[in-house]
């Protein structure tokens, strides 16, 4: 009976290492994960800024291709005005637009960093 509880006596050292080991796997796990999420956090907000920059890029693109339909028509001999059924154009601030019109339609593509944000509308046809 007595070197049965000394067998029992000697374990429990063992016990608290194996519960100090899997005490310190589990804070170690939940640290990874709560890093990871933090900069999941952080590239979203960096991306609100190449979004934004991204959307103004597309209208600048659209705002190119109203001019180039309405008042080209108007006023011919403007520096402004191009025969050009594209438009790409790197911005100030680094963002880029890459516009495309065709008798029927307008695309616009705006870009910064890993941001990309698109405008697009069909022309209505007049019917005499």
């Given at each position: 009976m007595v070197t049965m509880l000394k067998k029992i006596q000697s374990r429990n050292g063992q016990a608290m290492l194996v519960m100090v080991m899997v005490l310190g796997i589990t804070m170690l796990g939940v640290s990874a994960i709560a890093g990871y999420i933090t900069i999941q956090q952080l590239r979203t907000a960096g991306d609100v800024s190449n979004s934004a920059q991204a959307i103004y890029a597309a209208d600048a693109g659209t705002d190119w291709a109203l001019f180039q339909l309405y008042l080209c028509p108007a006023q011919p001999t403007s520096s402004l005005c191009t025969n050009a059924?594209?438009?790409?154009?790197?911005?100030?601030?680094?963002?880029?637009?890459?516009?495309?019109?065709?008798?029927?339609s307008v695309q616009s593509i705006g870009s910064a960093g890993r941001a990309n944000r698109a405008f697009g509308f069909y022309l209505a046809t007049s019917t005499p």
């Open positions: 059924q594209e438009f790409q154009q790197t911005l100030e601030n680094g963002a880029t637009v890459d516009a495309r019109m065709t008798a029927t």
